[in-house]
Structure formats: C-alpha cells, structure tokens
C-alpha cells in the first residue's frame, strides 16, 4: 500500500496557480507607492508656492508700512531719516526674524557623504534611478555649522532674489525715470562740469580706492586675515562698484526744501551719469585679462583692450538707447496713437523697457542705453503724446521708481541677515571707509579747482563740501555687488558694500539738513528765479553807452558748441521727430521738398505759434527778452533800444506779456524815476555755464 501511494506522481506546484495572484498584488503595491510620491510631490508643491506667496506678502507689507510711516514723517515734517533709510530698518526688523525667529528644524541627522571635486561643482545634476533620470539644481553653498537646517536654509534662500531680478526688472525703471525726469535747463547748463565729475571723477575714485584697498589686502595678508585669494583686479572692481554713487536721500531733501538748483543740478546730473560710467568701468575691468601666466598683473596691451572695451560699450548703449527713443518718437508721430491714450501709454512703457533687455542682449550695457532712451523720450517722444499719455506715463514711472528704489533699500536691511555667505573683515570694512572718503575728496576738490578756471559762475566752496558730504552708496554699488558672489572676494566685497550703504544713508543722509544749514546754502529757492532778472543783477550803463563803475560785464560768452546743436535740433530732429518746430519746407533745401513734405507733419503747418522746447531756449537764448520804460531800455542782450513808443517782441516774434512788465515794475518802482533821470539803461547779464 504504501508502495503503491509512493509511486504516485507528486501533486503540481501551487506557483502557476498563485502567480497572477502574487503579480497582481506587486502591482497594485508599486501603484500604491506611486500614488503616494505622487501626492508627495503635489503636497511639496503647494507648500512651495505657499511659502513663495509668504515671502512676497512679507515684501508687500515691508512696503506698506514704509509708505505709511514715509506719510507720518511728511506729516510731521520729520527729516532726519529718509523713507530709504526708514525701508531699511524695516528690512533689517524682519530679517531678524526670519533668521533668528523661525525654530531650526531638521530633515535628517545623517552625515552627507563627502567627495572632491578639482573643479567647481555643476549647475545642475543627472542621475540614473531605476530606468529613470532625475535632474537635482544646485541651489548654492549653505554654512557648514547649519547644515542640518534644511527648512531654515530653504527659506533663507527663497528670500533671496536671483540678482537678475533686480539688473531685469527693479533697475530699468528707475535709471529710466531718471532720464525721463530730467530737468534739462539746470542739468545741461552745468553738462560740462557734470559729466568732468561723472567720467573723470569716477574713473579717479576707482583707481584711489582701487590701490588704498590692495595695500589694505595686503596688509590683511600681513596680519594673516586673508584666507583666499583677493587679486589686484578685484580691488579694482570693488573701487568701480563702490564709485556708484547715489545720493536719492540728499536729494529729496534738497528737492523738498528747494535746495540751490544748481548744486542740485551737479549732484543729480553727476549720480545719473555717475551709474552709468561705473557700471561699465566694472565690465571693463572684468574684461581686463592679461595674457601669459600670471592673469593679474599690469599688461598694457590688456589694459588698452579694456579702454576700448568700456568705450565701445558706452557708446554702443548709449547709441541703442537714442535709437530707441527716436523709433518710438516716429512711431508716436507717424501713427494715430494718440487716438488711443491706454495703446500709446503701453507701447511707451513696452518701448521704453525693451531698451534695457535690447542692450543686455546685444551685450551692451542696459543701465546706459535705458538712461540715454529717457533723456530721448522726453525731449522728443513726449512732445507725440496726447495730453493723456503725458500724464500717464510721468505718474506710472514715478510710481514703478519709487516702488523698486525702495523695494531695493528693504531687501538690501533682509539681505543683512538672509545672505548665508557673508564675510565681514574688520580690516577690510574700515579701510573701505577711508578709502572711499579720500576717494570722494581726489574727486571732488581737484576737478572742482579745474572747473572754476573756465566757469563763469564758479562752484563755490560750500558746494563742493556739500557734493563731498553727498556722495551716498546705494541701490546701484549693491546690485553691482550682488551680482556675483561666487567667491570669497565677491563675498567680502557685498558684505562690505552693504555696511557702505547703510552707513551712508543713515549718518549723511540724516545729517543733509544740519550739513545745508551749516555751510550756510540757499534754501526756499525758486527753480525758474533765473526767468525773473532782479534788480540787484541788473547792469547800469549811462547813456552814453558806457559802463558804470563798480558793476560787472553786460553779456558773458554762450556756449557755442550748445548753440550749434539747438540750431540743428531745433531746426532739423524736432520737424522730423515731433510735431512742434518749424515745417521743414522752410528748413530743407528747395532740391528736398518732397522729402520735407513726407516728413513733416500736418500740425507743424497749422501751428501758428510753434512749440519750442522752452529749456534748451532758456539755456541759449536768455537774452530775447527786451522791456522799455520811458526813455530806459531794460534788455538781457546789452542791445540799445529806442524807448520813444517802442514794443517789446520776443524771438518768436510774439509780443512780451504784461506780466512780466509788472513784476519788473514793482521792483524797479523805487530806482525807476532815479535812473530815467540820469539817462540811463539797465541790462540783465547771462549767467552762463560751463
């Protein structure tokens, strides 16, 4: 029997009947875990972008509450801390609590394994799962202290920005309204002396502090503080960047208490030039690669390839920006646009923006060529505008650059503790501060020496000791400075540059009303006073046409070279680019009437009184008006006039206005009888600048 049941086959295997079953709930597992990264993943995305929404809340309410309080100063007249410098604080408040606030959390206590790399680490990091590649972005380096802190370190680095978010988006709108807003009668009046301090003196600021800076590196070495490499190139680059200058608190105060117009003249016209030239003297010394094998040292054929890198870059941006200005004055003029305020609003802005990234993609500079297409649009575009564009377009870009300047000025107090990789060098940072302030002074003083050679109205000593005490580092020296912060010098520089801009705006900025008052400049000052001669400026000549004694020359020299432009401006671009100007018929040759035709526009011909661009003639041709009084000619030109029934006519060939004459009256009232007795003539004498 039991032979017999042992000689039986043995029963099948049970795996093929449960195979399916076993297959099924392998499956259905891997469909579970696939389920759960999946719902993993759309979990982590949510608190991403519940985490981003956080962040820009917290900038949003950073900017309220500046506003607010900005309109609580105002209010109580509070001038000692400007609205950048109030921005500031706030930023440094909440970036407190970002840093020390939040508790510590960590994700795993493991030790990350360890490897050496010869080069720098990648961008970005393939890897091959199962089948499947994942990409991982290296997000930077984190402190090795906090390297358990991964939720800290996470949101540190949400809040803070990619340094292209501020050279793309928060800069082009304030160089523009810079540009845009320029008031063009004070600022080309003293261009020579702006742009002297502008190219001259940012190129003497770099190179000071540039050589004090690497003495101060090596003494640094000396003492054994350096603990990498800091090359003579990146003393220069920091001198470049930290030249920037930018005195927004100082003039605000200045724009508020209605400072000397020229003084503020030079410091605007200076800080707007000033960006510019040192934005691309930083690219120049970037550039500057020596060949052989030491890439630091002086190398002459290198350094004459950098001067002509920053003059091909100057002038090919500051070329881009003109053209864009001019192609959006053509476009305005040519188009009925103006039919359609909000369409010709946008394509302004879209225009005016896209100068910016134009010059950025070419190569070029967008600072420079975004600047200059302002200076453009509002000499040329502005005048196409319907009356609701101007408005529009002036109020959206003070909007944008008071937005932007003082989301900059926040983030620059959250940087201060949000930036993980900070190197403060004590030594470093209080050289910085000497350097930059004999910097300023081998700028300031000498040139201003230089300039008073050929200027008929000198800058005066308290000037020069006010633009000294306004030289502010701002939001420029920062983005420059952001920028890059790959390497330890790039570390120690934006450190550095941040304690530079606080301190100035702070201390010089607060101190700008005590500084006025103390070296005794004008305040209360009408920005058009120089429209209205006064008695006190006027020139006494008897009538037989000679000088009386003691008082000062009848007509100062114009500047030719500002005559010979307005001629062909005024004759020529302002007919082809605006509507304003005479018709260009009368201004071509007869052999180009065709073309004069096509290019000007109906409502050049219908303009009777043709539109003038009021400060270029205020600059050039202060000496049309002519007022009479009896027997006594009150002329700014020194011409005699016969006052037997004689008309006053202005260039234009329009009839002086009587209000003029009544404000002239009152003031000549007590002199008027005394001077028509002894036969004599008043002339008005040109200030004129260099």
């Not at 680059?237 to 000397?260: Q, R």
């Not at 509002?378 to 505008?385: I, P, R, S």
């Not at 008897?542 to 000088?547: A, I, K, L, V, Y």
């Not at 270029?616 to 030109?637: F, P, V």
């Amino acid at each position: 029997m039991m032979s017999a049941l042992s000689q039986l086959p043995p029963p099948p295997p049970l795996l093929p009947p449960l195979l399916p079953l076993l297959l099924l709930s392998v499956g259905g597992i891997r469909a579970q875990d696939d389920g759960n990264e999946e719902l993993a993943t759309e979990k982590e995305a949510e608190e991403s972008h519940r985490q981003d929404s956080v962040n820009l809340l917290t900038f949003i309410l950073l900017l309220t509450l500046t506003i607010l309080t900005i309109w609580l100063f105002k209010h109580r007249r509070v001038r000692f801390l400007h609205e950048t410098g109030l921005a500031m604080i706030y930023g440094l408040l909440v970036g407190v609590i970002l840093r020390y606030g939040i508790p510590a959390t960590s994700y795993h206590n493991k030790t990350p394994p360890s490897c050496v790399l010869k080069t720098g680490p990648a961008s970005t990091l393939l890897l091959n799962v199962s089948g499947k590649f994942f990409e991982y972005t290296l997000k930077g380096e984190i402190n090795s202290h906090e390297i358990n802190n991964v939720e800290q370190n996470d949101m540190l680095r949400k809040v803070t920005f990619d340094p292209e978010v501020f050279f793309n988006i928060l800069l082009p709108p304030i160089i523009f309204h810079a540009g845009y807003s320029l008031k063009k009668r004070h600022f080309f009046r003293n261009l020579g002396s702006i742009i002297t301090y502008a190219f001259l003196g940012t190129a003497i600021s770099c190179f000071v502090i540039g050589n004090l800076m690497y003495g101060v590196v090596k003494l640094m070495q000396v003492v054994g503080q350096l603990t990498d490499k800091f090359y003579y190139t990146d003393c220069l680059f920091f001198g470049a960047i930290i030249s920037a200058t930018d005195p927004v608190t100082v003039l605000a105060i200045f724009n508020e208490l209605h400072a000397d117009v020229d003084l503020y003249a030079l410091l605007f016209g200076e800080s707007v030039m000033n960006d510019a030239v040192a934005i691309v003297l930083s690219s120049s010394i970037v550039a500057y690669q020596p060949s052989g094998a030491n890439t630091h040292m002086f190398d002459a054929s290198a350094f004459f390839k950098s001067v002509g890198v920053f003059l091909g870059i100057f002038s090919g941006s500051f070329a881009m920006g003109a053209v864009t200005g001019v192609v959006t004055a053509l476009v305005t003029k040519f188009t009925k646009l103006h039919c359609f305020p909000l369409l010709e609003t946008a394509l302004f802005f879209l225009m005016s923006w896209s100068t910016f990234l134009l010059a950025e993609a070419c190569g070029f500079t967008g600072v420079v060529a975004v600047l200059f297409c302002g200076i453009t649009q509002a000499h040329y575009t502005y005048n196409n505008l319907s009356e609701e564009s101007t408005k529009r377009t002036k109020q959206l870009f003070e909007v944008l650059h008071f937005l932007a300047e003082n989301f900059i000025f926040s983030y620059m107090g959250l940087a201060l503790f949000t930036f993980q990789n900070h190197v403060f060098s004590p030594i470093f940072i209080v050289g910085a501060f000497i350097a930059i302030f004999i910097g300023r002074a081998s700028n300031i003083y000498p040139l201003s020496f230089l300039l008073n050679l050929g200027r008929r109205h000198k800058i005066k000593g308290n000037f020069q000791h006010m633009m000294m005490f306004a030289g502010l580092r701002g939001a420029m020296a920062f983005a420059l400075a952001i920028r890059d912060t790959a390497t330890y010098a790039r570390q120690m520089m934006f450190t550095t540059t941040l304690l530079v801009v606080f301190f100035t705006v702070w201390v010089f900025g607060g101190g700008t009303t005590p500084m006025l008052s103390w070296l005794h400049i004008r305040v209360g000052v009408d920005p058009d006073q120089d429209l209205q001669p006064s008695v006190d400026n006027f020139q006494v000549l008897h009538g037989d046409g000679t000088q009386a004694e003691g008082q000062s020359r009848t007509k100062q020299e114009s500047a030719w070279l500002f005559r010979l432009w307005y001629t062909f401006d005024h004759n020529y671009l302002k007919p082809i680019l605006t509507h304003s100007g005479p018709p260009l018929t009368t201004t071509l040759p007869s052999c180009c009437g065709p073309l004069a035709h096509c290019l000007t526009s109906p409502q050049a011909y219908e303009n009777h009184e043709q539109l003038r661009d009021k400060d270029s003639d205020l600059i050039l041709n202060d000496g049309d008006l002519t007022l009479t009084y009896g027997d006594t000619a009150i002329t700014s030109n020194g011409a005699s006039a016969d006052a037997a029934g004689s008309s006053s006519w202005s260039s234009n060939g329009k009839r002086s206005g009587s209000t003029s004459e009544e404000a002239l009256e009152r003031e000549l009232d007590s002199r008027e009888q005394e001077l028509l007795s002894r036969g004599t003539r008043l002339v008005f004498p040109i200030e004129d600048h260099i």
